[in-house]
Nanobody, 124 residues
Framework: QVQLVESGGGLVQAGGSLRLSCAAS????????MGWFRQAPGKEREFVAT????????YYADSVRGRFTISRDNAQNTVYLQMNSLKPEDTAVYYC?????????????????WGQGTQVTVSS
C-alpha cells in the first residue's frame, strides 16, 4: 500500500521561506514522476510543480516559477518543495502525489496516490 506523508508546513510572513517534504513508501518510488499540488479554501486543487523520475525534468505553474523549487532524493524516497519569497496568495493545503507516468505531468487525474496534505499559511 502506497503511503505519502507531507511535512514542513506552517505559518510564515510574506517574503519568507518554507521547505516541504514528502516521504513515500509502498511503491518503487523512483519509477514515477512526482508532483506537488495545492488547494486554497473555496478553490479547486491546482498544480504547483512536478519532477520526472530521474530528476532530469521539472515543470512549474506560472504562479510559482522562479520562487519554488522541486527536488527529489530517490534513495530516501522523498520529494521536496523549497518555497521562497512566499506571498499571501500561496496560502493553501499542499499535497504531494505520485504520478502514473515517469515523465512530468501537470494534470491532476494522472496522479494515482496522494498524501493527506500540509497547511501553509502566509501572513501579510
Amino acid at each position: 500500500q502506497v503511503q505519502l506523508v507531507e511535512s514542513g508546513g506552517g505559518l510564515v510572513q510574506a517574503g519568507g521561506s518554507l521547505r516541504l517534504s514528502c516521504a513515500a513508501s509502498g511503491r518503487t518510488f523512483s519509477d514515477y514522476a512526482m508532483g506537488w499540488f495545492r488547494q486554497a479554501p473555496g478553490k479547486e486543487r491546482e498544480f504547483v510543480a512536478t519532477i520526472s523520475r530521474r530528476r532530469l525534468t521539472t515543470y512549474y505553474a506560472d504562479s510559482v516559477r522562479g520562487r519554488f523549487t522541486i527536488s527529489r532524493d530517490n534513495a530516501q524516497n522523498t520529494v521536496y518543495l523549497q518555497m521562497n519569497s512566499l506571498k499571501p496568495e500561496d496560502t493553501a493545503v499542499y499535497y504531494c502525489a505520485v504520478a502514473s507516468t515517469s515523465g512530468v505531468i501537470t494534470v491532476l487525474r494522472f496522479y494515482d496516490y496522494w498524501g493527506q496534505g500540509t497547511q501553509v499559511t502566509v501572513s501579510s
